[in-house]
């Protein structure tokens, strides 16, 4: 790893988590394309997965804009794996559902995930692997909360 570090001061937290953030996309990608979906795919499998959502807040829970949102369900419903229906109480939204199918891939990767995850925090000592994943969940949470694309009410475009 290249550093980006002062030499004359703390370590450069946002290049650390850049770097990580980077590494784990890479790995994600890598796992799931032998399931023949993205990250991004994975994500909005598992949102619609929890219940009758719209399009629209699928996206917004995955942080994905109305333009990628709609060619990542063309994609997945392509595949087989969602379909998107009518909401019965307004007709102009489409609730997303995953098919059998896409319950199966969708559970593989859950699957590819967890081991991903598990060898990724393998690196830490067993008593800091819930300590730093706390620590994250309170920076997402506490400052970094609504500067994210991802949370809602975040930045857009970012």
Do not use: F, M, Y
């Given at each position: 790893m290249t550093s980006c570090t002062p030499a004359d001061?703390?370590?450069d937290l946002l290049f650390l988590l850049s770097w990580a953030s980077h590494a784990l996309q890479a790995e994600h990608a890598a796992g799931l394309a032998g399931l023949g979906i993205s990250p991004r795919a994975h994500y909005v499998?598992?949102?619609?997965?929890?219940?009758?959502?719209?399009q629209r807040q699928i996206g917004e829970r995955c942080g994905v804009d109305k333009t990628t949102m709609v060619v990542t369900?063309?994609?997945?419903?392509?595949?087989?794996?969602?379909?998107r229906r009518p909401a019965p109480t307004d007709r102009r939204a489409r609730l997303v559902a995953v098919t059998p199918a896409g319950e199966r891939v969708l559970e593989q990767a859950r699957s590819v995930v967890s081991r991903i995850q598990d060898e990724v925090l393998a690196a830490?000592?067993?008593?800091d692997r819930d300590v730093f994943l706390r620590a994250l969940i309170a920076l997402v949470s506490g400052p970094l909360a609504n500067t994210s694309p991802y949370a809602p009410g975040g930045r857009p475009g970012c």
């Open positions: 001061g703390p370590p499998l598992a949102q619609a997965s929890t219940g009758d959502l719209t369900l063309d994609q997945l419903e392509r595949a087989g794996l969602a379909e830490l000592p067993a008593a």
